[in-house]
């Protein structure tokens, strides 16, 4: 069955880093878009980043481009979030998604506080 594993999430200061990763089962990974969303507390579920099995092509949210890069190891099954600069308000759950013509399946996300 499919399986997304977090790891990385944590406690850091304003202007500060840090790399999620997300180990991924069940899957052909390298034929795979992933995806990273974030939820706050009190707020919906956002699109954060994406990158695509071939190319790879990438996207970002808006407030997180410049800040944030998205990037993946086909040869670990694993994607990552590098977030540097951080910001009090992207603190949030953190999810990994993978996605083909639809979700094939969710992390259960992991906790990023970024505050003085």
């Known amino acids: 069955q499919v399986q997304l594993v977090e790891s990385g999430g944590g406690l850091v200061q304003p202007g500060g880093s840090l790399r999620l990763s997300c180990a991924a089962s069940g899957f052909t990974f390298s034929s795979t878009t992933m995806r990273w969303f974030r939820q706050a507390p009190g707020k919906e579920r956002e699109f954060v980043a994406t990158?695509?099995?071939?190319?790879?092509?990438?996207n970002y949210l808006d407030s997180v481009k410049g800040r944030f890069t998205i990037s993946r190891d086909n040869a670990k099954n694993t994607v990552y979030l590098q977030m540097n600069s951080l910001k009090p308000e992207d603190t949030a759950v953190y999810y990994c998604?993978?996605?083909?013509?639809?979700?094939?399946?969710w992390g259960q996300g992991i906790q990023v506080t970024v505050s003085s």
């Open positions: 998604n993978a996605f083909t013509f639809k979700s094939l399946g």
């Open positions: 990158i695509t099995s071939t190319g790879p092509r990438t």
